[in-house]
């Protein structure tokens, strides 16, 4: 490790590969049964060790050093796994009996778009084409005035119609 700390890429290399047996062994102390999780929790010590290789002492023993990382990643992915397991469903089929909202809301996305140019077909052409560009496109009334080379009250106007019409249609549909 003192190789290493100066800079010798192939001690530090050689140190790696040694101390995953060793980690391997002080891991399964903690965790029992469980190979994929063990793998883990070994990755997880040795990118501790290369982030904190700085912090050993030459003058103290290197492998009380090292448990001391190992024991705490360990408890640390103990405790992580278990607020896990709290939060987790197991029950596949609630999961699949479970709606998928993302489909309700495109069917209602799809429904409100569908209403909605229902609504609009039934308006003239001049009154469609200002809501369209007012209230869909969110032109501003001089814009949208600007785009279709007419006045202001002109906008207005189809506007104040195209709403009136709109209001008549969706009262007789619900009578």
Do not use: C
């Not at 397991?85 to 309700?104: C, R």
């Not at 909605?116 to 001089?142: A, K, N, Y």
């Not at 005035?145 to 249609?169: E, H």
């Amino acid at each position: 490790m003192v190789r290493a700390q100066d800079g010798d890429q192939i001690a530090y290399a050689r140190l790696l590969k040694a101390i995953v047996p060793i980690i391997r062994g002080m891991v399964r102390r903690k965790i029992y049964h469980d190979d994929a999780f063990v793998e883990d929790v070994i990755q997880d010590v040795l990118l501790t060790v290369h982030r904190v290789r700085h912090t050993y002492d030459p003058a103290r023993p290197f492998l009380p050093w090292l448990a001391a990382i190992a024991s705490a990643r360990a408890i640390d992915a103990l405790r992580a796994r278990g607020r896990r397991q709290g939060w987790e469903v197991l029950d596949e089929e609630a999961v699949f009996a479970h709606p998928d909202g993302s489909i309700a809301e495109a069917h209602d996305t799809m429904a409100a778009h569908q209403q909605l140019d229902g609504m609009l077909s039934r308006l003239p052409d001049r009154q469609r084409r200002m809501v369209e560009l007012v209230h869909i496109s969110e032109l501003s009334l001089t814009e949208a005035a600007t785009a279709t080379s007419m006045t202001l009250s002109a906008v207005k106007s189809l506007l104040n119609r195209a709403f009136t019409t709109l209001r008549r249609n969706g009262n007789t549909d619900h009578e």
